[in-house]
């Protein structure tokens, strides 16, 4: 562990084990998504906005929009060095951003996020204003544009239903964001997965789920390489994630 | 990442991150499973017999028996100390012992394991003997016996079935021991997962599954709080997997 604080940047290394390789040996995306969130929960911590902070309020980080984009696939073994800074408020959303580097400083992939602060005692989202205030703003932003919410499918296909275990949930009691992304990488098809490499991925998290229920993940094959999800609450249109995979 | 080796025993600390935390906060037993692999891998390769020396001769490690002794449960955020070492050869096993402690050097759990060295053309295990040599070997065992094959289940009740996705298969092209405890522990009764706590488990892996199978979990309930598992390729007979868990 190697922490580097200058409070407005964070940054923190990650050992690629072998558990967070695929059959390939290159990082799963999953992984990638459990270290970008462990270190905006570290630097959050930092800052004194951690979810230990915010609990006492009955308030707690939501992630609910995530973009990654893929220079290059880390391997096993690997150290990463992942950079994070938050960017500021936009409506309702905290942004925050992330750079990941390799050993060699080469810059392996780009992320941007939007978190909410959500009540849990009445389950909506407050104003985070008051509560990350409005220092320790960087200004670097890594996309051209802000993440907008991901259009519904026009013409989605039923790919899997699955029911949500006790490996799938997490400390808010609810299914963690990580699992869907799981999911709907399982849910591609095999060539996708053998043959080729996510080069962008962009979720939306719109709903939560508890244990024991089962969802339905639904796929439509856009043009250029290009898979769009939806995964659904079964029997139901309540929409828990919206995903787009482009792959390369 | 802290590493000490003095060759015949070798220690790694291992951060516990929110990815790695159940619904209550404590450690998962699947990524305890994880670090243990990693770090016989460290310690392996630190020796020259690790998996990138024995590709070499069409050989790779192989995990077949597993024992982990609970005595208390480490937390989100946790720095474990591991240590392990080998304490030689039984029969065609390699075997190797780990103790885990937290930060404050307290013993938090106890674990055994016997491994083959299989070629992975022929798909037989070899005679360790030439690869490891007799140096290097501790005498302290932490259990009173050596493992044994855990006995076929009496009256096993299917609880459910699992498709093996993308998300399962290693860089050996298999299914990955974790992911057979994952399942285990997942189609485990709520109230054992809601109200109880692992207090020891003893696994044996049997049979390699590959991509896109499907297997079936069978599971029984002994006296004790004791819950006995076997994983089968469906509509066949052959076992990949038998489990034991004993719950407090």
């Not at 006492?56 to 096993?76: A, D, E, G, M, T």
């Not at 009691?173 to 709907?184: D, E, R």
Request: proline residues 2%; glycine residues 4%; charged residues 25%.
């Amino acid at each position: 562990m190697n922490t580097d604080i200058n409070t407005s940047k964070y940054t923190q290394n990650f050992r690629i084990g072998s558990f967070d390789t695929d059959f390939s040996g290159k990082v799963k995306m999953t992984s990638i998504c459990n270290y970008l969130q462990e270190i905006a929960g570290m630097h959050a911590e930092a800052l004194n906005w951690g979810i230990d902070d915010l609990r006492k309020q009955n308030l707690s980080w939501v992630l609910s929009r995530l973009k990654i984009k893929v220079f290059n696939y880390p391997k096993c073994k690997d150290v990463l060095k992942i950079e994070t800074w938050p960017t500021g408020i936009e409506g309702l959303f905290g942004n925050r951003e992330f750079k990941i580097f390799n050993e060699k400083g080469e810059l392996m992939m780009i992320a941007s996020s939007c978190w909410l602060i959500i009540n849990f005692k009445t389950k909506r989202p407050v104003r985070p204003h008051n509560i990350i205030g409005d220092s320790y703003f960087e200004n670097e932003k890594l996309f051209k544009n802000s993440l907008q919410k991901i259009k519904a499918l026009s013409c989605g296909e039923l790919q899997e239903s699955v029911k949500v275990h006790y490996s799938d949930i997490d400390i808010n009691q609810h299914v963690n964001n990580v699992k869907y992304l799981k999911w709907i990488i399982d849910s591609c098809p095999i060539e996708f997965l053998h043959e080729k490499e996510i080069d962008e991925l962009e979720i939306n998290f719109l709903h939560e789920v508890k244990f024991a229920e089962t969802l339905t993940i639904f796929m439509q094959s856009n043009a250029n390489n290009e898979l769009q999800f939806a995964i659904k609450k079964q029997d139901s249109n309540i929409e828990n994630c919206r995903a787009i995979l482009k792959w390369k």
